[in-house]
């Protein structure tokens, strides 16, 4: 098997193939030359998770420090330390950029090629299984708008996945544009030190507050067995996601309504509150922005940053100005303005030599893809943390190569009994980063097992739990025609 990417779930997927799957070898290919994905990468001021790290920790070696909103050092020590404690870390090939996988239904077999960003060469292996851990969004380029005037600023422009280490902002004016998870961490990050950060934000997002320390987890540890702390942690948490969703997407005005008093009360005196947080579309059709002890609201209370609400106009020498005419004095601009989405890692597949267009496959379980052999890939929840999703996937991943090599197959391939017209995108938020991207991710369709629930209950009952059997198609090839091929085996 390959796993690409070394990140949260590729290191995840290849714990559980340890302990569940012992027999079965692997490899893991990562574009760059570290672990930890997303928490290797991003080095911007503040950076944290916005779960809980009881759920997005792993559940086979969960999180133990009191600290539930945990800083991105600590996040990327802890997936380094957990890929050492299971012994995959020997198994990573870094500087592997895999550009495309081949499958041979004669073979059985994926032909995958990689450059070597180190050496410059070109890798071919090949592997029984391919299994995609990369994320769905470009690691080597963000989004940023076109802004006007841009070549007339006398500052400085940096997009915080490229955040340069020696970028030093004491005492500067900042101005940060966006609204999400990433803007409304760097502005109290970086109120501390900076003379003024500003958030210039299009329209605001649904921001609410959480502890940056479980209590329940400091009260019980030590007095608690371990094997019974840490579960009741994870769904303790995962329960609470489950009702703020569910409220959210069933009763918007109420969930909006407690959202805004939340907000009044973390914020000044006649602060105009309409204007910067209250979005116009309903909860959780764009994802939610939590902030751990209001830190953004203490920002704002000591007068070290503002927000600024509407449409940028253009830059200009001294900063931005908006469509209102108003100015926003700034030395130094950070875009915080999104990702750009690349499913697969932005490899092009085929499968007999007919390219596969991912926007016409439907996506089986959330982790398949329809006429797709031996095939996963992970995407986590939208609605909570991604880890939760991604150790049930790589879970279902291990009973189903178990269930092969129990009954003497070696191809398993989705195959929709009614593949159906109503479709939607995998990924179902409103959000600016996915409705730019639409066509090129997979469809899910109107009913299980090609629908997702993004409902962790009943997706434990249907891959921990349910049948490995379903809609798929199982099939056997002789040990002559897997044995044909020339290439390097992985």
């Known amino acids: 098997m390959l796993i690409v990417g070394a990140g949260l779930s590729g290191i995840g997927a290849a714990c559980h193939l340890r302990t569940q799957c012992p027999d079965r070898t692997f490899t893991i290919l990562e574009a760059r030359d570290a672990i930890g994905g997303t928490w290797d990468l991003f ?10 790290m009881f759920t997005l920790g792993y559940q086979f070696n969960p999180w133990t420090d009191p600290k539930a909103i945990a800083d991105g050092t ?13 012994d995959v870390d020997r198994r990573i090939r870094f500087h592997h950029t895999v550009t495309t996988a081949s499958w041979s239904s004669s073979d059985a077999r994926w032909t995958v090629t990689a450059n070597r960003t180190d050496t410059a060469s070109v890798v071919t292996l090949t592997c029984s299984f391919l299994y995609v851990c990369s994320g769905y969004y470009r690691y080597d380029k963000g ?4 802004i006007p005037g841009a070549e007339d600023f006398e500052g400085q422009v940096v997009h915080p996945q490229h955040w340069p280490a020696d970028l030093d902002y004491t005492d500067k004016r900042i101005a940060v544009i966006g609204s999400g998870a990433t803007a409304v961490t760097l502005v109290p990050a970086m109120a ?24 329940l987890a400091e009260k019980l540890q030590g007095r608690v067995p371990d094997r019974v702390l840490y579960p009741a942690l994870r769904w303790k948490n995962v329960l609470t ?21 939340g907000v009044l009360s973390q914020t000044p005196a006649g602060y105009d509150v309409d204007t910067h ?31 600024v609400t509407g449409e940028i106009d253009r830059f200009t020498p001294a900063g931005l100005r908006m469509t209102t005419g108003e100015q926003v004095d700034a030395d130094l601009v950070v875009t915080a303005t999104g990702l750009n989405v690349q499913a697969v890692g932005g490899m092009t597949l085929t499968v007999d030599g007919t390219a596969i267009a991912l926007g016409d496959t439907l996506a089986y379980k959330g982790m398949m893809l329809s006429g797709v052999p031996n095939f996963a890939l992970t995407i986590g929840y939208t609605n909570a943390s991604w ?57 899910q369709g109107s009913a299980a097992p090609w629908r997702l629930h993004q409902n962790y209950p009943k997706d434990v009952l249907m891959l921990r739990r349910g049948p490995v059997d379903d809609e798929v198609r199982f099939d056997r090839v002789p040990e002559t025609a897997r044995e044909g091929t020339n290439h390097q085996p992985a």
């Open 43 to 52: 080095r911007y001021p503040g950076v944290r998770s916005d779960s809980d």
């Open 74 to 86: 600590s996040i990327r020590e802890y997936v380094r330390r957990t890929s050492r404690k299971y």
């Open 143 to 146: 989004y940023t708008p076109t």
């Open 192 to 215: 501390d030190t900076a003379a003024h950060v500003t958030m210039v934000q299009r329209s605001p997002s649904y921001v609410m507050t959480l502890p940056g320390k479980d209590i």
């Open 241 to 261: 996601q489950m009702l703020a969703y569910q409220l959210s997407r069933h009763a918007p005005r109420l969930m909006r309504t407690l959202i805004r008093k």
């Open 277 to 307: 947080f209250a979005p116009k579309y309903a909860p959780w059709d764009q994802r939610m922005c939590f902030v751990p002890d209001g830190d953004l609201f203490t920002a704002l209370r000591k007068g070290r940053a503002t927000i």
């Open 387 to 443: 880890t939760l999703k991604a150790d049930l996937v790589a879970t279902y991943v291990c009973r189903l190569l178990n269930h092969m090599a129990a009954h003497g197959y070696q191809v398993v391939t989705p195959v929709p009994a009614d593949p159906g017209t109503d479709t939607e995108p995998i990924i179902n938020l409103m959000s600016g980063y996915v409705l730019r991207s639409l066509d090129t991710l997979p469809k």
